[in-house]
């Protein structure tokens, strides 16, 4: 199997690192420039630095390297990946495609998945998402996720591809949990974030992580996602690892807000973004996601760290 690595951010570099240990990888870059210096140093300096790239990984901005593939992983930011997929649909046609973002198109409030289904309809798409970090798939760290596609056949064999000696996938056929749980836990994230900036302690955060995780399955539950597999890795599990580490980018952007810092404006912060989404399928299925909305206002601003505190706690008491 041709695979090839669509995004060379540190999520897409990290991958393809991984993969290298199954076989030669593609890895597309965008910029012509930053292909040419990766491709010279074996190294990603500027996303995933002092991480080197094996011999058979090879680094390209042509993108007929990558519809020459038989599988593409598409580690593309959520919010982009609607247009890359328009503007590439004839050359993917009848692909593996696999999703590795974790967002909610703001313009049509779906999933990764959802979009590769919409915009390539003859393609086989999945999402591969749950608790990892960028630099541990690099390093070769022992990392679990889950390949969520509704195909038995195409699961299975992805599944088999795809999987390292020290990357180990588990199969699930309800991609809405999948895309959800990944898309969710960013936006809880920058909550705890927040918590952890403004000084309101660890206990908060446990408060947040918890209240956070059952806005998760509520809107599971609204969107026909299995309840089962928002508590498995692509669930809990990657809220665990995103709500309590640094490594998280949106929770270092939560951190940033609640401590009024300022935050590099060229690092992708989905959880922003898909909060935003999610206030919209709030109002839509009618939806109480206090925690959402409040992430939605501190993201833009329009919200301080003190005001979104006050708003949680007067809310009415109520049952667990």
Not at 117 to 140: C, H, R, W, Y
Not at 242 to 256: E, K, M, Q, W
Not at 293 to 300: F, T
Not at 303 to 314: D, I, R
Request: net charge negative; proline share 5%.
């Amino acid at each position: 199997m041709k695979i090839a690595v669509a995004g060379a951010g540190a999520f897409g570099t990290g991958l393809a690192i991984a993969l290298a240990a199954n076989g030669p990888v593609t890895l597309w870059a965008r910029d012509p420039d930053a292909a040419a210096q990766m491709s010279k140093t074996r190294e990603n300096a500027a996303r995933l630095k002092g991480h080197p790239l094996p011999d058979n990984v090879a680094v390209t901005s042509d993108l007929q390297a990558v519809f020459d593939a038989d599988t593409v992983l598409l580690a593309i930011p959520a919010q982009r990946l609607g247009q890359w997929l328009d503007d590439h649909a004839a050359n993917l046609t009848g692909k593996r495609l696999v999703a590795c973002c974790k967002g909610i198109d703001q313009k049509t409030l779906r999933g990764p998945v959802a979009l590769i289904e919409d915009k390539v309809p003859s393609a086989s798409a999945s999402m591969l998402t749950g608790p990892s970090f960028a630099a541990d798939i690099a390093q070769n760290l022992p990392t679990a996720l889950t390949l969520a596609c509704a195909e038995p056949d195409d699961a299975e064999y992805l599944q088999s591809c795809l999987s390292t000696p020290t990357l180990r996938l588990y199969v699930s056929h309800d991609v809405i949990g999948a895309e959800l749980g990944g898309a969710l836990k960013n936006v809880i994230a920058i909550a705890c974030g927040v918590c952890m900036g403004a000084g309101f302690g660890e206990s908060a955060r446990a408060a947040v992580i918890t209240r956070g995780f059952a806005e998760m399955r509520r809107i599971g539950a609204a969107l026909g996602a299995d309840p089962d597999t928002l508590t498995g890795l692509s669930g809990f599990g990657d809220l665990a690892l995103t709500c309590t580490s640094d490594g998280s980018r949106n929770y270092r952007f939560g951190l940033s807000i609640g401590a009024q810092q300022d935050f590099d404006p060229d690092t992708t912060v989905e959880g922003a973004a898909t909060a935003i989404s999610v206030t919209k399928l709030a109002e839509k299925h009618d939806l109480d996601l206090p925690i959402c909305a409040v992430v939605a206002a501190l993201s833009n601003g329009s919200m301080t760290p003190e005001a979104a505190l006050s708003t949680l706690l007067s809310r009415p008491l109520r049952k667990e």
